[in-house]
């Protein structure tokens, strides 16, 4: 029981003291010096925090410098006070051991050293840290050790690494020591969830995919299902116009093949929504945030033999934290029949019809189907308007209906 007690308070203590110099590092500053020299700065910010500085005078802590830092973090003071001034330093605890930046070069250039850790302080192998904007990176050593060469100011290193949440860290002008302890990312504990039919950021695992940019093929359209959006938006995958659907709205969809047929069945791609088998039309067009498009039989891996032909991946939009946002779409169009008033005069007219389909049957060599004494009398009550006539001799005008 001793034993249990004991472990626990040093657990609290360790927790404690994280807090603690976590709260002293986010704690505000103001340090204003004059003219003054570097050193006048450091004991400027030991009397205001819990930090005591390490260094040797030969690295020219008595160069007189100006600083008005009001209100600021402990960072951007050490960033302020140092820039220019060829030292660079680590903050290791409630310890900040200054140096020389020997790693200077004339253009400005400076070497950022440091090791990336676990959570539990384990390190890092293989982690990849890049220079944002840029290609120029590299990996850290099988000891989480890492060196590289970034340009003159402030920069921002990429840090990522697969299992582990991807970080953006800004480096200070002339920092030249840099530790980053790295988050195991949740969803990777588990990979059978990561790539199965929750996420489908994990799908270009399975082989060839292509992701429809939503913003230019879908928002920049007008038709109102899907199918019909993806023609031509991914190369692969070929959309037919469906003509047979009916008018019920939403069924003029387009027949969607990834890669030709690939069965004499059914050779339609499965259709993934939200993680559910679905109906692409089913979904407002404006309420798809990705489509992912996996195309090789690979899928199948995940999605089992109804994925033989390809797996559409459509994920919704979801509310975000934040400001709150509105988006209007609107359009509208003007229609006008093309076609003169005579052009249904042959429907309108019930004399002018019979007229009509008589030259039909003459044409075929028949014989005419009304008589002319029965075309006459329909012509002579076209123009009666009593209602008793109307209901015996019927015409419709059409193009007022």
Known sequence: MSKRISAMICLLMLFLGSFSAQAQQNRRLTVQIQNGSILD??????????????????????????VNCVN?????????????????????GRQ?????????????????????????????????????????GTITNPDGSYSINVPAGSVTLDITSMGYVS?????????????????????S??????????????ANLTG?????????????????????LLAGAAPGLVATANNSSG????????????????????SAPLVIVDGIVSSMDYVNPSDVENISILKDAASSAIYGSHAANGVILIT??????????????????LEQANLSSDYFNIESNYATYMEYLNDSRNNRGLTPYFSPERIAEWRSHENDTDPKSKLRWPNTDWTKV
């Open 41 to 66: 700065c450091i004991k400027s910010i030991e009397r205001q925090t819990d930090y005591s500085f390490l260094f040797s005078n030969s690295i020219g802590v008595d160069k007189k410098v100006t």
């Open 72 to 92: 600021q973090t402990l960072e951007q003071v050490l960033g302020t006070v140092f820039s220019g001034n060829g030292i660079s330093y680590e903050i290791d």
């Open 96 to 136: 900040i051991t200054l140096k020389r930046s020997s790693a200077q070069q004339p253009d400005g250039r400076r070497t950022v050293i440091g090791t990336i850790r676990e959570m539990n302080g384990e390190p890092l192998t293989g982690v990849g840290v890049v220079i944002e904007g840029t290609t120029q």
């Open 167 to 187: 970080q953006k860290v800004r480096v200070n002008p002339h920092q030249g020591v840099l530790n980053i302890t790295l988050a195991e990312e949740a969803l």
């Open 189 to 202: 504990l588990n990979e059978t969830v990561v790539v199965g039919y929750a996420t489908q950021k994990k």
């Open 208 to 228: 060839a995919v292509s992701t429809v940019n939503v913003s230019k093929e879908i928002n920049g359209r007008t038709t109102n299902t899907i199918s019909n």
């Open 247 to 266: 008018s019920r709205p939403g069924a003029n969809g387009a027949s969607l093949k990834i890669r030709g047929t690939g069965t004499t069945n059914n």
């Open 316 to 333: 919704t939009k979801k509310g975000h934290t934040g400001a709150p946002t509105v988006t209007y779409n609107g359009m509208y169009s």
